[in-house]
């Protein structure tokens, strides 16, 4: 239910994204006038692509729309798939061993334990004995009377076999070798060491957060012989290694005493190792839940409504006509000619930089583009570098993940059972980075949708790649076919358009690309809380704990798609422009350029137009045939007839290399 809700929501989650992104595209697309007074100031603008440098060119309260809507992106991003999550219960359980006999008798005998076994407290020496019961330093004792009703219990539920499961060692060592037991309560370990004189041992109380130690420490011989200490009693059970030795299993009990007179430093002052037939498991009932936070839901209502808000300003208060689409620009350059650009019917994207703006003839060469040329060498490094910069953390945490000591096998089958976005003990965060109670929620959802604010930039990042890309195979296909222009408000035989830049064919799959991506890296760590029942089965909610979870195998499909989306980006890359034509990109002086038309042509923008060499003229007022030398500067090369190219209805002529037009 979890990892279906969570694609409901990441399909909603992208709509919104894309919905957000189309709106602040048209935000930030220039009116007419903002691009003439930056014109006049030899700064081009972007059309028909995102932009951060045309905020700096437009109306405030287009300005304060546009930066509403990316605000309210964040918290989406970061809460919204975390409004919805699985708890997985834990449980506190103890573990004893106990002699085969364990349900031959009434009563039990504890008449061999030592009577100093996790006893007293002994003033005259100054120490102080270890309780096991709590797994904390005390000075009261666990007093025979006490190990005698505890086994007394244990007694009454090992007669109700239902409550039981025998386990053989080796799967007792993958079911309780967990940081978090889910589904089995106490242990018994059945050991041939124990007799009818001494039928139950108590070895430990453990669960998650009970303490500062790992929760399977009591499987493993934990001390050097004569050694005491932080140091080794933090160290790990590694399961891979117990496992190797399950059939020799052996469980090691200590008794420890701390010493008043140094510090209270603890020491080992005896234990003995008992040897592991099998065991026998308490199984309980498995209390996992699927939640949500009011708060969090909350969250992302307002932030709808605020994303909502601005988009209803934004098309009802509109208070000019944004140039939105490249047609919309060719339009309004065709009807009305920016004075700026004239004589440069030639310029490119590269002659409108750091405001040096050139006019003069240029002389034609042959135009062959691939898509790269499209779009900046930072803007490629950017996507690129980014993506290939998730994709390697993404492969740190794969190789952390699958090298968890908890992951018994680490097989790709065992790896694949255990699911995408699921909670299981075996694929938590590390314990020391867990956090108690609901204080711990938002820091850890926080940290579990960070790469969904990561993975939203890289879809804005190759979604504006592909819309350069893209701009100049629209732009390149009017050398070769005579079309009318795609615009915003049609007229005459214009093509309007529900779309910006990007075409069906490409913008529908990047949003289910997108959308696939974002439910993969929900499903690869997530929010995770962990409510904790103790021994008795009561919820403990001082160590209910908020962490968060994580999927191998999702994480591997990310790595995967990652590397596809990389792969897919480079070879559109490759491909050829149909060619014939200076290469603009979004630059609105380059555009304009090419949109000086020739005289008694004023109504060109609204039927078919096609760009090449128009007979008989040269700018938009001198003719064909006028003598041209620029100087010795390199841009004519010498003398020549000067031509002008253009968008027209008009019929036009292909360049021809090596002549000279402006």
Known sequence: MSMWLHLAINILGTALLSASNYCMQCLSAPNRQEVDRAHQRQVALDIGVPSLRNLRHISRKRLLLWILLAISSIPLHLFYNSAVFSTLSAREYNIFTVSPNLGAGEVFNVSGVPPTWEGHYDPNNSTIMRDFRSDRWTHEPFSQSALIAVGSHLLHDVKNQSMWQRLENAESIKQYGQEFVSSRGDLLAVSPALNDSYSIKYLDTTGPNIDSFPSNRWMCDRYPEGQF????????????????????????????????????????????????????????????????????????????????????????????????????AMASFLDEPDPTTRENCLATKYHFVNRAWTKGPRRWESQEHRWFKAASRKRWLFCNVLCITVLIIAGVLLHKGISNYQLAEKSFTAIWNLGYGTVTSQSLLAKNILLPGSGGLFTTVLLANLPQLFLSFLYLAY??????????????????????????????????????????????????????????????????????????GNEDKEYSISTCGYSNIAIITVIVVGVVAVVFGVANGWRRYEGGMPLVGSCSAAISAACHGPGGDGEASLGKVMWGVVAGERGADGVEGEEEDDGGKGEGKGKGKVGHCCFTSREVTAPVVGRLYA
């Open 229 to 328: 200490g932080e140091e080794v009693y933090f160290r790990r059970c590694h399961l891979s290694i117990v496992l190797q030795n399950a059939a020799n299993w052996t469980i090691r009990s200590d008794t420890i005493v701390l010493d008043g007179k140094a510090d209270f430093r603890p020491h080992l002052v005896g234990s003995r190792s008992d040897p592991v037939e099998y065991c026998l498991s308490h199984q309980v009932e498995e209390r996992c839940r699927l939640q949500f936070s009011p708060a969090l839901l909350i969250i992302v209502v307002i932030c709808n409504a605020i994303k909502a808000s601005c988009m209803f300003l934004m098309i009802y208060q509109r208070d000019s006509e944004p140039l939105v689409t490249l047609g919309d």
């Open 463 to 536: 979604n504006a790649l592909f819309t350069y890309m893209l701009l100049g195979q629209e732009w390149s296909g009017y050398a070769r076919h005579r079309k009318p222009l795609r615009v915003t408000w049609p007229r005459g035989q214009q093509r309007s358009t529900y779309r910006l830049q990007l075409p069906y064919t490409y913008g529908i799959p990047l949003m289910i690309f997108s959308g696939a991506l974002h439910w993969l890296v929900s499903q690869s760590i997530f929010l995770a809380r962990v409510t904790v029942f103790d021994p008795s």
